[in-house]
């Protein structure tokens, strides 16, 4: 089966660094994608990874190891609008050209003073 | 940008209407989605279309269908409403291409009485 597994819920403080998992196990991989989503929100696009390693945009990076089937979304400078939800998705086998993507529960992050 | 609109932000239905949710995009994508969104469930696709006319069940198609006789546009029905489709729907749009994020509307709250 196809699955995406994340943490539920994390806490952080205001300007720290946090890290949130996204493990997945998939039919085929075509690349992993991270979404923010505030509450009564629609998700938006934050990252893409298709190969091994790091990608940083600004305060945020992305992590993808696929012979791990792994990845992490790491937060930096972490500021209260921050607080969200994090989705991960991923494109799996056969899903070329139809962009169809498996998305995690998403983890809620709470950002405290 | 992009541009993903979906006809209403909020509806109220009664059971056992035929429901219409609209959603138009306006950048010529060739991908189109809809997805509902349920605490503890997360985003669960209900139907997709990667062309005109063309149309794949998602992962929860029961008690909905689909029209997409447009390119910019995609339908999502309710044929007969029922209380347990009183969920958050999403609609999204993306390009064909593997790295091309899926973009989503604002979304509709729908409460069926």
């Known amino acids: 089966g196809q699955n995406i597994d994340q943490p539920t819920e994390m806490t952080a403080t205001e300007g720290a660094i946090v890290q949130i998992n996204c493990t997945y196990q998939t039919s085929g991989f075509n690349g992993l994608f991270w979404y923010q989503q505030h509450a009564g929100e629609a998700p938006t696009f934050l990252s893409y990874n298709v190969l091994d390693g790091l990608e940083e945009k600004g305060r945020f990076s992305s992590f993808l190891s696929r012979s791990k089937g792994y990845s992490y979304l790491l937060l930096k400078e972490l500021q209260m609008k921050d607080s969200a939800s994090y989705l991960c998705?991923?494109?799996?086998?056969?899903?070329?050209?139809?962009?169809?993507?498996?998305f995690g529960q998403g983890t809620t992050l709470q950002v405290k003073p | 940008d992009v541009k993903v609109t979906q006809s209403s932000r909020y509806l109220v239905k009664r059971t056992g209407e035929k429901v219409f949710l609209e959603c138009v995009q306006d950048?010529?994508?060739?991908?189109m989605f809809w997805y509902r969104q349920d605490p503890g469930l997360g985003l669960r696709l209900i139907y997709f279309?990667?062309?005109?006319?063309?149309?794949e069940k998602g992962d929860i198609p029961e008690g909905y269908s689909v029209s997409r006789e447009k390119k910019e546009r995609f339908s999502l029905i309710l044929e007969s409403a029922s209380t347990n489709q009183t969920s958050m729907y999403l609609c999204?749009?993306?390009?064909?291409?593997?790295?091309?994020?899926?973009?989503f509307g604002d979304g509709t709250r729908l409460s069926i009485l």
């Open positions: 279309s990667y062309d005109v006319k063309m149309k």
């Open positions: 950048m010529d994508h060739e991908n």
């Open positions: 998705a991923v494109r799996g086998h056969g899903s070329s050209n139809t962009g169809k993507l498996i």
């Open positions: 999204a749009s993306s390009q064909w291409e593997n790295n091309q994020p899926q973009h």
